[in-house]
């Protein structure tokens, strides 16, 4: 099993966008969704958003809804979050996770139904 891979996180100022990159292989896309989480210092962990790789469908944070979009290109076996307008409470280690079954469940925040996570990605926002 290969973990997926993240890319993309840098230093950005508020109000800026990044886009950050979760590639994956080793699996039959289809019967998976990817999720992006976060961990800033001191904090829990956070489900950003997250979506059914097959269908395309997606689900969202409430603190990220209308700034943050997920989407996936499955040629590429490539899931993006295009962050925009981000704020200094954005600051975090960014992951994102397989989970099994294909559709993201109405609990994917908690996390607990990923099986394979990558090693993370930091996503400073600070003037």
């Known amino acids: 099993q290969v973990h997926p891979v993240e890319s993309g996180g840098g230093l950005v100022q508020p109000g800026g966008s990044l886009r950050l990159s979760c590639a994956v292989s080793g699996f039959t896309l289809d019967y998976y969704a990817i999720g992006w989480f976060r961990q800033a210092p001191w904090k829990e962990r956070e489900g950003v958003s997250c979506?059914?790789?097959?269908?395309?469908?997606?689900d969202y944070a409430d603190s990220v809804k209308g700034r943050f979009t997920i989407s996936r290109d499955n040629a590429k076996r490539t899931v993006y979050l295009q962050m925009n307008s981000l704020k200094s409470e954005d600051t975090a280690v960014y992951y994102c996770?397989?989970?099994?079954?294909?559709?993201?469940?109405?609990?994917?925040?908690?996390?607990?139904?990923?099986?394979?996570w990558g090693q993370g990605t930091q996503v400073t926002v600070s003037s």
């Open positions: 996770a397989r989970r099994p079954r294909g559709f993201c469940g109405s609990s994917w925040y908690l996390g607990g139904a990923f099986d394979s």
């Open positions: 979506i059914n790789l097959s269908s395309g469908i997606a």
